[in-house]
């Protein structure tokens, strides 16, 4: 679905979910400006119990000129509208957002799928913010969203609040959105200064000292009243300052479900791959490797677990993850050839760019792919590959031309990769720009022969390999645990639904 597509249903009315936080009223106000430059009759709304009070909201809505108006749920025939209705951050029809009649309904989020029944829908659950979902609408209509720097600034502060300040941003295109807005940083500073009130620090005193903690494992879970989730960081933040507390879960009610928000100091546990098994099939969640956040949506967790509370859900899903998995570290892996069945890999066409074909040696640059950013200079001899899961990584020009034949041919998704969320880029970091890493690859070929031990795994396992001894590699049940058989301790995993398409097995007869 397109914005501009939704033009014909004039005129429109953009309806954020009750108690609106930032994210919903930024992305509302991303909806609001396309429309009304495109010459549409359009406003935009919330209605529910209560008004909006908090300072920031009121800072926000005064200093970037949002002209959002508030709907009495006493108002009768105000909850008919004609035309065309989207909800922006919620879904129609879900807990959080007062039911509105309309002549045709579109729904505009970031959060899991609770209704399936609205045709005009774009649901991204994977995004941080709502805001990024619109941005990129934008984007797509041509918008040139830095022209206006009341909207660029709300978009920024709508990611900024509800990834915790940024720190449990997990998708690029958050990323992307966060690096190219240009906001005013001193209205930033304003709304950021005003989110805590005093109620809120007594929530966040309150909740500390009702800790339940899980001394075989060293994690701690907490609830919270109703606040803002920037404040569900500042408890979590706290919460590792304990010497025994090693991860936290914080949570609180939202109305049609919970925000959570979630801490790791040790590198055993990654802080987003924690958040997305405690949402599994309930929510959605992600972040970075020490901080992370996710989202559980009530219904589906009433569906799921109609046994359990929360706090129980939450306490018990814990348990399961701690003993979900065993630990290996690669350099001191024992593999028995005799007990595992032995593959070879197969010679399938890789992307390949030598770096200093896109920019000059000495520039610092910083890839971005779907697996994360990294940093590095461009020097002689760089060489970026590019995976069959559209996966990013370096090596150098002596182990490529020793591993693989290069050739002229241009790079092509359609042959190379079996799977690609995100066409991974190149930014420049000393002027800014952006390049697409796949404009400027090449294609190669694996030279010689790969082989390898394998077992498919029962359980999952977090490997240490040799050349990353403080991340992790996830295996889960039913992926492949893969030992070189020239060399013991390279030792990794190979995701089920990648392995058949990389290895076949060798049979001895």
């Not at 495109?38 to 008004?51: A, K, M, P, Q």
């Not at 007062?98 to 002549?103: E, L, P, Q, V």
């Not at 007594?202 to 060293?218: H, K, L, T």
Request: with cysteine.
């Amino acid at each position: 679905m397109r914005l501009s597509e939704l033009k014909q249903f004039n005129p429109i009315t953009i309806q954020c979910h009750d108690n609106p936080d930032p994210d919903a009223i930024a992305s509302g106000f991303g909806l609001y400006s396309y429309f009304k430059k495109e010459g549409c009759d359009v406003r935009l709304v919330y209605s529910g119990r209560n008004t909006i009070t908090k300072s920031n909201l009121q800072l926000m809505m005064e200093k970037l000129h949002i002209p959002i108006t508030y709907i009495c749920p006493q108002g009768g025939g105000a909850f008919e509208v004609s035309g065309l209705l989207i909800t922006v951050d919620c879904q129609y029809g879900a807990g959080n957002v007062s039911g509105i009649c309309a002549d045709t309904v579109a729904i505009i989020d970031h959060h899991q799928v609770e209704i399936d029944t609205v045709p005009l829908t774009a649901i991204v659950p994977t995004l941080g913010s709502c805001s990024t979902l619109v941005w990129k609408m934008l984007k797509e209509e041509g918008v040139d969203v830095n022209s206006d720097v009341d909207l660029a600034t709300a978009l920024y502060y709508g990611l900024y609040s509800d990834t915790n300040q940024l720190s449990e941003i997990r998708n690029p295109l958050d990323m992307d959105m966060r690096d190219e807005l240009k906001y005013d940083n001193s209205l930033l500073t304003m709304f950021r200064n005003c989110n805590l009130s005093l109620k809120e620090l007594e929530i966040a005193g309150i909740a500390m000292i009702r800790c339940s903690f899980n001394a075989d494992y060293g994690f701690a879970v907490i609830k919270a009243q109703p606040c803002d989730p920037n404040i569900l960081g500042l408890i979590s933040d706290f919460l590792l300052q304990v010497d025994v507390i090693k991860t936290c879960v914080v949570f609180n009610e939202t109305g049609d479900g919970f925000k959570i928000s979630i801490r790791s100091c040790v590198k055993e546990v990654n802080a987003s791959e924690l958040a997305a098994y405690l949402t599994e099939s309930v929510g959605s969640g992600g972040g970075h490797y020490e901080k992370a956040g996710g989202f559980i949506s009530m219904k589906l967790l009433h569906q799921k677990h109609p046994q359990l509370h929360v706090e129980a859900y939450l306490n018990s899903r814990m348990m399961e993850y701690y003993e979900s998995f065993d630990i290996i570290h690669a350099a001191e892996y024992k593999a028995n050839p005799d007990e595992l069945k032995q593959y070879r890999k197969k010679k399938l066409p890789v992307g390949y760019v030598r770096a200093e074909d896109v920019l000059p040696i000495g520039t610092p640059i910083l890839v971005r792919t779907m697996e994360g950013d990294f940093e590095m200079i461009v020097d002689e001899g760089l060489i970026l590959m590019i995976g069959i899961k559209g996966e990013v990584y370096s090596s150098r020009i002596e182990k490529f031309e020793r591993a693989y034949e290069a050739t002229e041919r241009a790079y092509d998704p359609g042959i190379c990769v079996v799977s690609n969320d995100y066409i991974p880029t190149i930014k420049n970091r000393q002027d800014g720009s952006t390049l697409l890493l796949t404009k400027y690859a090449k294609i190669c070929i694996p030279k010689g022969e790969v082989f390898i031990y394998v077992k498919q795994l029962e359980r999952g396992v977090k490997v240490f390999t040799t050349w990353d001894q403080e991340r992790y590699m996830l295996g889960k049940a039913g992926d492949y645990l893969a030992v070189r058989s020239d060399d013991l301790q390279d030792v990794y995993v190979v995701e089920r639904d990648v392995f058949s398409k990389t290895y076949e097995e060798i049979v001895h007869v």
